[in-house]
């Protein structure tokens, strides 16, 4: 019997998109299914900003009338406008473990693309915010943290075998807090404090507006030279901060400045997927509760790391020096015993080398795979650090 599509578009093809993930993983101890409001966020344009400019489309995929497979494809035409050739992405890729099912699935997606004039396929990725969601697990199969890709070994072969190559690797740090060099860092406080008056201030929901304005300037700032930026507008991150403030911390979420102009960011949250766990991927309002229960009985967390960036004018100054100085207090070691810096490129070695100061290592390896999908269209990886 022939493969069937069907195009997400009711209530019950949702069901059948988000059941194939149980399929896949009902007998991986560590896998925990992601949020489903999180994922049909991505497709819609009242939470994704992305579809103002863009197109997105998801299907489920049937073999004698039970899903085995399923597949999201997208475009962004704002940013397409500015590369050299149109790139068309997929994600949200699961598939059982048969080949032809998961070549179906990427010829489904490319027909899809092509029509929309992608010539190179991006994959597995997230439809717009790039710190989620993004890139195919090859290393550290681990629980994952939220939002957080995770994938049997097996999908690999699949890319690869289909003709997907490698573009970029995004590793997540993880480092346990006690053995991060404060001493050293303080050091250099004591330094910067005798040539710049430096504050550094946490997060307060009570001045949203002056805490998203100055994230925004370091952030555009400090990633304004990479091929995939897009500017970050307040309103954005006020958005994300109003929908994150039932778990977050003010204590580990907080901006530097150097004499009164903001210099550097850090954002972390605490990672509450283990706890998310019993709820299969459906946070529904009587499953809330529970949720919130356990969270307050909790009292250690992993802190995830959602952003940290450095502002030109203040790098090799010490600025990430004195937000880890004013965050590294007895409570947060204690509360945070381990910190994951999630999301980071290889390639990015202004990062890599921060990161690394603060005794952290590389636990786990996402690649970001490219097919052409035109001829003499090649594909130009960054650069690789990490065996995988």
Known sequence: MALTFTEVKSKKDWKAFHKVPHLVYRDDPNWIAPLQGDIEGVFDPAVNDTLQDGEAVCYVMFDEG???????AFVD???NRLQEHPIGGIGFFECLEEERYAFALFEKARAWLQARGAEVMDGPINFGE???FWGLLVKGFDPPLVQENYHPEYYRKFFEDWGFQPLEQILTMKGATREIPVDRLRMVMERMRRRY???TLKLDY?????FTADFC???NAAFSKYGHFKPLQPAQVIKILKEAKPIADPHIMTITYFDGKPAAFCALLPDINELLRFAKGKLNWWKLPKLLWSKSRTKQFAAKGIGFGVHPDYQNKGAYAAIIDDMATERNMYRYPYMYLTTVRAHNHEAVSVYKKLAVHVDRIHIAYRK???EGVTVEPFEFTEPY
């Open 372 to 374: 052409p999908l035109k």
């Open 217 to 219: 300037e370091v952030y």
């Open 197 to 199: 008056d430096i504050q």
């Open 66 to 72: 039970q899903p085995v497979g399923r597949i999201a």
């Open 206 to 210: 009570n001045e949203l507006p002056k």
């Open 77 to 79: 035409h704002a940013r």
């Open 130 to 132: 790039r710190g989620k």
